[in-house]
């Protein structure tokens, strides 16, 4: 696929399965991906971070306008 499929095919999950759970090791290399970014002087600005307890993510949902687009529902 190239550069530009990969472009304007992309989409953005709004749902998910809450009765899934999500493979931690993915998770991880999906993070180790997004850090192979290109960015302003590899200065390297941002921070991730996988949040799986329900509680906890309510907290910070305000963070995020307190949107309901995930298993904050």
Known sequence: MSLKEVLEYRRSVRYFDETKELDT?????????????????????WEFYHITDAETLKKISHACMDQKSNRNT
């Not at 090791?25 to 600005?45: T, Y």
């Open 25 to 45: 090791e993915k998770v991880k290399h999906c993070i180790e991906l997004a850090m192979l970014a290109p960015n302003s002087s590899n200065m390297q600005l």
